[in-house]
Every structure is written in C-alpha cells, then in structure tokens.
C-alpha cells in the first residue's frame, strides 16, 4: 500500500488521481484510488432517544474524545441549570475529524436524530466543529436562533464545553441559548 507522502506526490507533483499496481505475482495488476480510506469516526451516545425530553449533540475533536472530565462536568451542570433530570437527554458524542461528513455510519445516526429532533429540542454543543457535517449554514451558528436541520429538524447551536472552559465568557451567551431551548420544552 501507498503510504500519505507517495499518496501526496503522485496527486500533487504528478497531478494522478487513480494509479496502477502491479501485484507481487506478476499478474496484470490493480486500479487504485489515490484517496486514502478514512476510519469511521467515533461514537457514542447515553440514554434513550425515542423517549428524551432534549438531544445533546457533542461534536468534538479527536484529541477531546470521549467527553471527560471539567468538559462533562460542565455538560451535566447545564443540562440540571435548565431543569431537566440529565436521565432524560439523550447525549450524542462524536469525533469530528477529517472525512465525519463522508461516514456511513455516522450519518446514518445523525439521519435519526434529525428526525426525532422535529419534535424534541436539539441542542449542538460545539457548532463550528460540526457545521459540515451536519450541514448547517455557518451564519446562523451561535447566533441564538433555531437552525433548519435534516427534513424538518430545529437544532439550537452554542459553543462546545472546550470553549466555555477556555472563554468563560462565553458561558453568558450559552446560557441566553440554553434558555431559548428552555421555552421551548415550555
């Protein structure tokens, strides 16, 4: 296999996008793409989405992966601070990386909290991260408005736990967020 430096040459020096190699037996050989195979970005998710009250969606970056510590601290106070039981949130974590828009499996589960997420407040706890792979128009980020999300979903986006631990300044603006989700769950 081609590792990313002769990946690099052949796309940029010599301007190939599929390349032929011989096999080791001699015979004729095979045609390869010069994208490299992504890995499928991780995952996980806690608590029930059918029956959630509110969807926390967490996009973070492969190094913050999974959320711990001070950032899921600061989550979990959040969510008590709007007045619901953190056992009826259905909290979705993913690794933002590189090729997440491209991911099968991935998007598959996004398709179904963007359905659920017609009739159950979406919050998006790191919006820029996640802008491209959910396909989010980048204005209306942060901005304290409910975004279109998927066929008919509403997704309220604020800044990530990282953000409000690094700008606890930010942490006003997320909670004015926080409370237009608030109004919304009535």
């Known amino acids: 296999m081609l590792d990313q430096d002769q990946i690099h040459y052949l796309k940029s020096v010599l301007g190939l996008d599929r390349v032929l190699l011989?096999?080791?037996?001699?015979?004729?050989?095979y045609d390869l793409p010069?994208?490299?195979?992504?890995p499928e970005p991780r995952?996980?998710?806690?608590?029930?989405?059918?029956?959630?009250r509110m969807i926390?969606?967490?996009?973070?970056?492969?190094?913050?992966?999974?959320?711990?510590?001070e950032a899921d601290t600061l989550v979990d106070k959040m969510i008590r601070a709007m007045k619901i039981d953190p056992a009826h949130v259905y909290y979705f974590q993913f690794e933002c990386s590189d090729g997440a828009s491209?991911?099968?499996?991935?998007?598959?589960?996004?398709?179904?909290?963007?359905a659920t997420s017609r009739s159950t407040p979406t919050v998006l706890f790191g919006a820029e991260c996640a802008r491209e792979v959910l396909g989010l128009a980048a204005e209306s980020l942060g901005s304290g408005a409910w975004c279109a999300w998927g066929q008919g979903g509403r997704v309220m986006a604020t800044f990530s736990p990282r953000e409000l631990i690094q700008t606890p300044d930010k942490k006003r603006v997320t909670w004015i967020h926080l409370q237009a989700v608030m109004k919304e769950l009535g």
């Open 34 to 38: 010069l994208t490299p195979q992504l």
């Open 22 to 29: 011989p096999l080791i037996s001699g015979e004729e050989g």
């Open 102 to 114: 491209e991911a099968p499996q991935l998007q598959q589960m996004l398709s179904q909290i963007a």
């Open 56 to 69: 926390a969606l967490l996009p973070l970056a492969p190094e913050d992966f999974p959320l711990r510590g």
């Open 43 to 52: 995952q996980t998710s806690r608590g029930e989405l059918q029956s959630a």
